[in-house]
């Protein structure tokens, strides 16, 4: 697509529900990142694919948080057993190559996000 | 360890006048820095980056930054502000001894612009 698409762009959830969300990429895109921005707060990176792997989780705040990218396109972001300190906007992010330093790779563009609210 | 701080939470401008939003950071080496900008219901968009070069570097919609390395910032810019550019604007930097992972940004907590008419 044109732009990076999430869904969904609300999801409301009680303590201890199983959550996925949903990140399409621009076409083409290698590098896809999710990244959580909190109430008030800049966004914090999470985790960084290229291609099919995850070549970096380090932003990952515990083992509830796991995220997939099977086909190298689109990724999911799986949280298990949701607590209300996950309540936050989820956000996505890809550009053309994620591991090389040229002018497309240290831009990000961004989707419009997922905000979960964890009741 | 790496930070970003935007000093302030919002800054306000008539429209027309001059404005600066600040942004000031901390990493070993040269840093790459960024300033994204978020509107309401939006993904954050990108204005401006400094990797290397010239200090003073030209983005998006009349925006500019100055890197300027002695006093560790890289505040925006605006000769003249329009109504349209009041949204909520963060600064980044990205390490660069960081490799293999070059979207790994760390965001400032945010400044609100507000330009009234």
């Known amino acids: 697509g044109a732009g990076v698409s999430q869904t969904p762009s609300n999801k409301v959830t009680e303590k201890g529900k199983y959550v996925e969300l949903r990140c399409d990429p621009i076409s083409g895109h290698t590098a896809l990142y999710w990244y959580r921005q909190s109430l008030g707060q800049g966004p914090e990176f999470l985790i960084y694919?290229?291609?099919?792997?995850?070549?970096?989780d380090s932003g990952l705040p515990n083992d509830r948080f796991f995220a997939v990218r099977p086909e190298g396109s689109v990724s999911t972001l799986k949280i298990q057993r949701t607590e209300r300190g996950d309540s936050a906007v989820y956000l996505c992010?890809?550009?053309?190559?994620?591991?090389?330093?040229?002018?497309?790779?240290?831009?990000?563009?961004f989707g419009a996000g997922s905000r979960l609210t964890v009741l | 360890a790496q930070s970003v701080a935007q000093p302030e939470d919002q800054v306000n401008v008539a429209e027309g006048n001059p404005l600066t939003v600040k942004c000031t950071y901390s990493v070993s080496g040269n840093p790459y820095l960024f300033w994204y900008v978020q509107y309401p219901n939006r993904g954050l968009q990108f204005l401006l980056k400094y990797i290397t070069g010239d200090n003073l570097v030209k983005g998006s919609y009349g925006f500019e930054a100055e890197f300027n390395k002695s006093q560790t910032s890289f505040h925006l810019k605006k000769p003249s502000a329009l109504v349209s550019d009041s949204a909520l604007y963060f600064c980044?930097?990205?390490?660069?001894?960081?490799?293999?992972?070059?979207?790994?940004?760390?965001f400032g907590q945010g400044t609100t612009l507000q330009v009234k008419p």
């Open positions: 992010a890809s550009s053309p190559i994620g591991g090389r330093e040229n002018s497309g790779a240290n831009v990000l563009t």
């Open positions: 980044a930097v990205r390490d660069p001894t960081l490799s293999g992972n070059t979207g790994k940004l760390i």
């Open positions: 694919f290229q291609g099919t792997g995850a070549a970096d």
